[in-house]
């Protein structure tokens, strides 16, 4: 879970700019979770998008790249329904992920999508990847605790 030195970090960044922020949260998930890759997303429903406001990993994921996000298990789980999703493993990231061989060429297997929910409205993602295929109760726990953080960097963006 969060310690101080955490709390503080990320308290810190929220006062400083959303990037700081993002990258924060990115340290804290790689610290703690082994994250190899984390994303946050913004969510345009008009538009059925979604466009990158963070990665820690430009290369491979550009901020700025944009998705159309279709009807899809993982569009209705996380961006409709507003709930937490956790793909373990290979078949898991072959089904949700069109770019799933980009996963998996960065050596990553698994993920946590947080939705990022204001007034009732997704509008955004947060995501968290790495090598390790399962996580535990308490790895979601920390990434859904990260998005409440990430959400703070997705509201001061609108």
């Not at 429903?45 to 990158?52: D, I, Q």
């Not at 820690?56 to 507003?82: C, F, I, M, T």
């Not at 996580?135 to 963006?157: F, H, K, N, Q, Y």
Request: aromatic letters at 4%.
């Amino acid at each position: 879970m969060l310690d101080k030195h955490d709390i503080d970090a990320l308290a810190t960044c929220a006062a400083q700019s959303p990037p700081a922020l993002f990258t924060a949260i990115a340290a804290v998930a790689t610290r703690h979770l082994n994250a190899r890759l984390v994303t946050a997303m913004r969510h345009d429903e008009a538009a059925s998008t979604v466009e990158r406001i963070y990665s820690s990993n430009e290369a491979a994921y550009p901020v700025g790249g944009r998705k159309v996000k279709q009807d899809s298990d993982w569009s209705r789980h996380v961006l409709v329904e507003h709930r937490v999703l956790v793909s373990a493993g290979d078949d898991a990231i072959r089904k949700h992920y069109n770019d799933h061989a980009v996963i998996f060429g960065l050596g990553l297997h698994s993920c946590v999508n947080v939705p990022l929910v204001s007034a009732g409205n997704c509008i955004g993602t947060l995501n968290v990847l790495r090598a390790e295929r399962e996580w535990s109760e308490d790895d979601v726990a920390l990434v859904r605790a990260l998005g409440i953080a990430a959400l703070a960097g997705a509201l001061m963006l609108r």
